[in-house]
C-alpha cells in the first residue's frame, strides 16, 4: 500500500464523512458541539462513541471482507499463529472483535475458538463462514461487549484481538476484560495499527482522524493506549513484538499473563 494510497483514503474518507452520507444512520450523528475531541478513544464517552463502533460495522458488514480481507491478512496470519502456539493442542482462544470471522480458518482444528463481536451483522457473516468452511474448532459465537464480557475468571488460555483497539470506546477496559478471562500463563495477542510518531504518515493519519466516527476506527491511535497499560500490570510482559506489513503499518504484541500460582 503506497504512501498516496492512505493520502487519496484520508480525503475519501474526510469527504464522504461531511459529504452527503453524513447522516447514514442518524442514531450515530454526534450532537452538536461534541467536536472531534469525542471522537478520540481516550476521551470518549463510552455510549457515544460504542454507538458510533456498532453502526459504523453494521454498516460495513455487506463489504467488509472484500475491503479489509487482503491488505489485513498478514497481520490476521500472524496474529493466528501466535495464537495458536501459545494456546498449543486443546487449548482455549477467544476472538474478541471476531468481525466476520476472516481469522477463523486460520486457527488449527486441535483449538477450541470463541470469537464475540458487538455487532450482529457481523457475526451473522462469521456464523455463515463457519458452516460454510465447516470449521469445527469453532464452538461458540456472540453478541458482546469488549469492554464487559460475560465469560467467568481465567476462562481462555488465549486472547486474540485482532484490529480492535482503535475500535473500542475505552481500549483500557478492554485490555483489563480480556486480562481478566485469561487463565495464568496465558497470552494476549494483540494485533493493532498504531500512530507514527511524525513524518507523512502521521499528517495522512491526523487527518483521516477526522472521519473516526464514520470508519469506526482511529488511525490517529497512540501506542502509549496499549503501552502504559502494560507497563502498569506487574503481572504483564511482552513476550513477542513484531512490525508487519503491508508498510511495517501494524504491530502484533503477545503479552503473557504471569502464572502466580
Not at 481516550?42 to 462513541?49: F, I
Not at 491488505?71 to 474478541?96: D, N, S, W, Y
Not at 477450541?112 to 451483522?121: E, H, N, Q
Request: a positive charge.
Amino acid at each position: 500500500m503506497e504512501p498516496v494510497c492512505w493520502s487519496n483514503l484520508a480525503q475519501a474518507c474526510v469527504l464522504t464523512a461531511s459529504g452527503p452520507n453524513r447522516n447514514a444512520g442518524a442514531a450515530s450523528a454526534p450532537a452538536r458541539g461534541e467536536g472531534l475531541r469525542s471522537l478520540n478513544p481516550l476521551h470518549a464517552t463510552e455510549r457515544y462513541a460504542g454507538r458510533h463502533a456498532e453502526a459504523a460495522y453494521s454498516r460495513w458488514a455487506p463489504v467488509y471482507d472484500l475491503i479489509f480481507d487482503l491488505p489485513f491478512h498478514p497481520g490476521r496470519l500472524a496474529a493466528a499463529r501466535a495464537a495458536a502456539t501459545a494456546a498449543g493442542p486443546g487449548g482455549e482462544i477467544l476472538v474478541i472483535g471476531v468481525g466476520t470471522g476472516l481469522e477463523l480458518p486460520l486457527l488449527p482444528g486441535n483449538v477450541l475458538v470463541t470469537g464475540v463481536d458487538i455487532s450482529a451483522p457481523m457475526l451473522k457473516a462469521a456464523r455463515a463462514r463457519v458452516e460454510r468452511k465447516g470449521l469445527a474448532q469453532v464452538k461458540g459465537l456472540a453478541v458482546m461487549d469488549a469492554g464487559a464480557l460475560e465469560f467467568p475468571d481465567a476462562a481462555f488460555d488465549v486472547a486474540l484481538a485482532p484490529y480492535v483497539m482503535s475500535v473500542v470506546p475505552d481500549p483500557e477496559r478492554a485490555l483489563d476484560e480480556a486480562w481478566r478471562v485469561l487463565r495464568p500463563g496465558g497470552s494476549l495477542v494483540v494485533m493493532n495499527h498504531f500512530a507514527a510518531s511524525g513524518g507523512l504518515r502521521a499528517a495522512i493519519e491526523r487527518r483521516m482522524e477526522k472521519a473516526a466516527a464514520w470508519l469506526g476506527w482511529h488511525p490517529n491511535f497512540p501506542f502509549a493506549a496499549v503501552g502504559d497499560w502494560i507497563a502498569a500490570r506487574p503481572d504483564a510482559r511482552v513476550a513477542e513484538r513484531a512490525e508487519l506489513p503491508p508498510m511495517k503499518l501494524f504491530t502484533l504484541l503477545r503479552i503473557e499473563k504471569a502464572d502466580r500460582r
